[in-house]
């Protein structure tokens, strides 16, 4: 007499889900490490991207680049933007992809885990000068900066992620307000800084990508740079 097929026993069907779970427990972290890669590795090449742009730009204002946001200086996203793809008077700064970093977060269940749609400005600019060597504390400058200022322009960040603590503003136009908090010209704007004041608090992200940031040089590269070891020599122009 033929036997009738034998179906999965309800063991078997356990052992099989416990397994994929198993798998799945595995992969999971792998991945996401794998995406955050990813993600670090776009921004730097939006960085670079940007570089590019600003290169363009001082090469035809005379070598002189945008540093600050505030008073009536012109904002630096929005004087790059012909010179990545898009015309000054017709462009919209944020349909510019290399401005925005994919792994910029959001306070969700307070996890770092969502991307925020909101943010436009994804990083922080350098508007710090400084008297002379021996000057540690420097000032805001406020206004464009010839590159010949700059002394050591591959160690010179002028670009870095911007910090998405509840403390840091968000940024979803070219006329807000708030832009003059994107500048980066206090030793308390750092990612090591224990200050979370709107106005004196930390600006550049202590965490984006691993422990630290993407930046982008005055040469035009960009690298990554780790918290603790970003000092304010790495903003000097003197």
Not at 118 to 143: H, L
Request: hydrophobic fraction near 35%.
């Amino acid at each position: 007499m033929s036997r009738s097929p034998r179906g999965f026993t309800l063991i078997e069907l356990l052992v099989v889900i416990s397994i994929i779970a198993l798998l799945m427990a595995i992969l999971t972290p792998a991945l996401s490490k794998a995406k955050k890669q990813a993600q670090a590795t776009t921004c730097l090449s939006g960085l670079k991207q940007i570089g590019v742009g600003a290169a363009l730009y001082a090469q035809d204002y005379d070598y002189f680049i945008a540093r600050g946001s505030t008073g009536s200086t012109a904002i630096w996203f929005m004087q790059y933007l012909p010179y990545l793809g898009q015309r000054h008077n017709e462009g919209d700064y944020k349909s510019v992809k290399v401005y925005r970093c994919k792994s910029f977060p959001t306070l969700g269940n307070g996890l770092y885990d969502v991307p925020n749609s909101r943010q436009t400005v994804c990083y922080v600019i350098n508007d710090w000068t400084f008297s002379g060597r021996s000057d540690q504390t420097g000032t805001g400058v406020g206004r464009p900066t010839k590159l010949s200022v700059f002394k050591r322009p591959a160690q010179t960040i002028y670009l870095a992620d911007n910090e998405a603590g509840t403390w840091r503003p968000i940024i979803e136009s070219a006329t807000s307000r708030e832009i003059i908090r994107c500048d980066i010209f206090l030793r308390t704007h750092l990612p090591l800084s224990d200050n979370h004041d709107i106005n004196d608090g930390q600006r550049v992200a202590r965490e984006r990508h691993r422990q630290g940031c993407n930046v982008l040089c005055l040469d035009w590269h960009a690298e990554y740079v780790a918290a603790q070891d970003m000092t304010v020599d790495m903003w000097r122009d003197k």
